[in-house]
T-cell receptor, first 114, second 113 residues
Framework: DAGITQSPRHKVTETGTPVTLRCHQTENHRYMYWYRQDPGHGLRLIHYSYGVKDTDKGEVSDGYSVSRSKTEDFLLTLESATSSQTSVYFC?????????????FGAGSRLTVL | AQRVTQPEKLLSVFKGAPVELKCNYSYSGSPELFWYVQYSRQRLQLLLRHISRESIKGFTADLNKGETSFHLKKPFAQEEDSAMYYCAHPPRSRSGGYQKVTFGTGTKLQVIP
């Protein structure tokens, strides 16, 4: 559906453990994004990528790292999960061209850190 | 910093009443603005964008550069319009292209039967 999938869709983990969320696209889009969605804060950008091995920080990047070794995959890693990182994480893709900068979202990954 | 502001966290209207979801942006120039919607248990999806000047599901949004606003409007609300609405923009980078896309904090629209 929509050429973008996220895994896992649900995860419960404990404080201090590493967690990796995967975003996979079949659209060959250049740009990929990771957002977190929290009540009262809306969608906040964590990291984004504008090409293979090209990534940059968003507004809430502390505690997160990303990697993009292939066009189709964008990984979000929490090196040592904390309770404040309990959230719903959304991956998005876009072609990025002016006038066509529309985001397509994944279904979301709900992470609970106990 | 370039940003968009959605002042209302929750907007409740009765079915059949007009709806206006507010979005203000803080920068000059020619912005590229979007409205996204998230229905219950569905993924976020594009509702409309200002460059297309189209009406989707009865919603319209006009860019008002004088007021730096991009409010979302619908003359008669329907129950199925109940959802979370986000205003979004991809600010220009220093290189001139669009890269990261940032969102407002969202407004939950509740249409009362």
């Amino acid at each position: 559906d929509a050429g973008i999938t996220q895994s896992p869709r649900h995860k419960v983990t404990e404080t201090g453990t590493p967690v990796t969320l995967r975003c996979h696209q079949t659209e060959n889009h250049r740009y990929m994004y990771w957002y977190r969605q929290d009540p009262g804060h809306g969608l906040r950008l964590i990291h984004y990528s504008y090409g293979v091995k090209d990534t940059d920080k968003g507004e809430v990047s502390d505690g997160y790292s990303v990697s993009r070794s292939k066009t189709e995959d964008f990984l979000l890693t929490l090196e040592s999960a904390t309770s404040s990182q309990t959230s719903v994480y959304f991956c998005a893709i876009s072609a990025g061209a002016p006038g066509a900068n529309v985001l397509t979202f994944g279904a979301g990954s709900r992470l609970t850190v106990l | 910093a370039q940003r968009v502001t959605q002042p209302e966290k929750l907007l409740s209207v009765f079915k059949g009443a007009p709806v206006e979801l507010k979005c203000n942006y803080s920068y000059s120039g020619s912005p590229e603005l979007f409205w996204y919607v998230q229905y219950s248990r569905q993924r976020l999806q594009l509702l409309l964008r200002h460059i297309s000047r189209e009406s989707i599901k009865g919603f319209t949004a006009d860019l008002n550069k004088g007021e730096t606003s991009f409010h979302l409007k619908k003359p008669f609300a329907q129950e199925e319009d109940s959802a979370m609405y986000y205003c979004a923009h991809p600010p220009r980078s220093r290189s001139g292209g669009y890269q990261k896309v940032t969102f407002g904090t969202g407004t939950k629209l509740q249409v009362i039967p």
